[in-house]
Nanobody, 122 residues
Framework: QVQLVESGGGLVQAGGSLRLSCAAS????????MGWFRQAPGKEREFVAV????????SYANSVKGRFTISRDNAKNTVYLQMNSLKPEDTAVYYC???????????????WGQGTQVTVSS
């Protein structure tokens, strides 16, 4: 099993930056692709970014491409999301998830974190 715990959220002004972390427990962390999702109030959860288990491939939602960067450190069982040039519309609860990256799509498993709130003020 894999347990995921996010951290690093907070309140930031538009144009600012935040770095989210997702710490995983479990010996099989490095075998999973890791992704970030977000859910704004009243909206469905949406995909943000994914990185394969090796770190060799990444994919981003168009809305964050060029501003967000996903990375991972398998030795530390941690995946990161560096968020720059934040906008008010980035306000959401951000979740990390373990899953499979297959033919350009991230398929999350049942392993999700509890979420961390990101609020961007205008």
């Amino acid at each position: 099993q894999v347990q995921l715990v996010e951290s690093g959220g907070g309140l930031v002004q538009a144009g600012g930056s935040l770095r989210l972390s997702c710490a995983a427990s479990g010996r099989t962390f490095s075998s999973y692709a890791m992704g970030w999702f977000r859910q704004a109030p009243g909206k469905e959860r949406e995909f943000v970014a994914v990185m394969t288990w090796s770190g060799g491939s990444t994919s981003y939602a168009n809305s964050v491409k060029g501003r967000f960067t996903i990375s991972r450190d398998n030795a530390k069982n941690t995946v990161y999301l560096q968020m720059n040039s934040l906008k008010p519309e980035d306000t959401a609860v951000y979740y990390c998830a373990a899953g499979t990256y297959y033919q350009g799509s991230f398929i999350p498993s049942n392993y999700w974190g509890q979420g961390t709130q990101v609020t961007v003020s205008s």
